[in-house]
């Protein structure tokens, strides 16, 4: 069946309707591939939407109801319990930093008993986790753990502050007498330098004295 706004349907008809399984491909790009019940998706399928978005699972009366998964193209998978096209029961979330959420879920929001696991594998459980989003859940937990370690650091500051001041002290000590050892070096480099200099200018003094004695004596012998 081809659609006056472009859409088309491929599958099993009943009575004028779109009746067991069957391909929809919309105009807006959603694509659905499953079962249907009077003209309705029910029963097992997969919708397809055009932002990647990809849920498969159980239908009923064109609602997502029942179990199913959601994928989302950020990496944000809900694996559980659905009723009336919301996340409902219990289920799993996951993303791809590795934060996940196993617990209850509440007409689409977690709400209730469950667990929360951070990517280094510790584990949060409450008997009543207050109505949150996933996503607001997550930025909770690293919100809580920057603040954890911001105390962490002040208090070991605190409790090494004359520590920290007294090695700055013997830093800073050390890289003096280094600088006054360099300058000392640099002197005495100079020094060496200014000797040779003079070395090596009365070693040429001495030099032409002797090549002009020895000219005059030669000059002498030839008279």
Request: hydrophobic share 25%; net charge positive.
């Given at each position: 069946?081809?659609?006056?706004?472009?859409?088309?349907?491929?599958?099993?008809?009943?009575?004028?309707?779109?009746?067991?399984?069957?391909?929809?491909?919309?105009?807006?790009?959603?694509?659905?591939?499953?079962?249907?019940?009077?003209?309705?998706?029910?029963?097992?399928?997969?919708?397809?939407?055009?932002?990647?978005?990809?849920?498969?699972?159980?239908?009923?009366?064109?609602?997502?109801?029942?179990?199913?998964?959601?994928?989302?193209?950020?990496?944000?998978?809900?694996?559980?319990?659905?009723?009336?096209?919301?996340?409902?029961?219990?289920?799993?979330?996951?993303?791809?930093?590795?934060?996940?959420?196993?617990?209850?879920?509440?007409?689409?929001?977690?709400?209730?008993?469950?667990?929360?696991?951070?990517?280094?594998g510790k584990r949060k459980t409450k008997s009543?986790?207050?109505?949150?989003?996933?996503?607001?859940?997550?930025?909770?937990?690293?919100?809580?753990?920057?603040?954890?370690?911001?105390?962490?650091?002040?208090?070991?500051?605190?409790?090494?502050?004359?520590?920290?001041?007294?090695?700055?002290?013997?830093?800073?000590?050390?890289?003096?007498?280094?600088?006054?050892?360099?300058?000392?070096?640099?002197?005495?480099?100079?020094?060496?330098?200014?000797?040779?200099?003079?070395?090596?200018?009365?070693?040429?003094?001495?030099?032409?004295?002797?090549?002009?004695?020895?000219?005059?004596?030669?000059?002498?012998?030839?008279?």
């Amino acid at each position: 069946m081809c659609f006056v706004d472009g859409s088309t349907h491929n599958g099993v008809w009943k009575s004028n309707r779109r009746h067991g399984p069957g391909i929809s491909k919309y105009k807006a790009g959603h694509v659905y591939d499953g079962m249907w019940a009077n003209d309705k998706f029910h029963g097992k399928g997969t919708m397809t939407f055009k932002s990647g978005v990809k849920y498969t699972g159980d239908w009923a009366n064109g609602k997502r109801h029942g179990k199913g998964v959601i994928r989302y193209p950020g990496g944000q998978v809900y694996d559980g319990g659905w009723a009336e096209n919301k996340k409902h029961g219990w289920g799993t979330f996951t993303n791809s930093a590795g934060f996940k959420y196993n617990g209850s879920m509440k007409e689409g929001l977690i709400e209730g008993p469950g667990a929360f696991y951070t990517p280094d594998g510790k584990r949060k459980t409450k008997s009543f986790w207050e109505r949150s989003s996933f996503s607001d859940l997550v930025q909770d937990v690293q919100n809580e753990q920057k603040r954890e370690q911001e105390e962490y650091l002040k208090q070991f500051r605190e409790k090494y502050a004359d520590v920290d001041a007294d090695n700055l002290e013997s830093y800073v000590e050390e890289v003096r007498e280094y600088n006054e050892q360099a300058e000392r070096e640099k002197y005495e480099m100079q020094l060496q330098q200014q000797r040779k200099e003079r070395e090596e200018r009365r070693e040429k003094m001495r030099q032409a004295k002797l090549d002009a004695s020895a000219a005059m004596q030669t000059d002498r012998e030839g008279d």
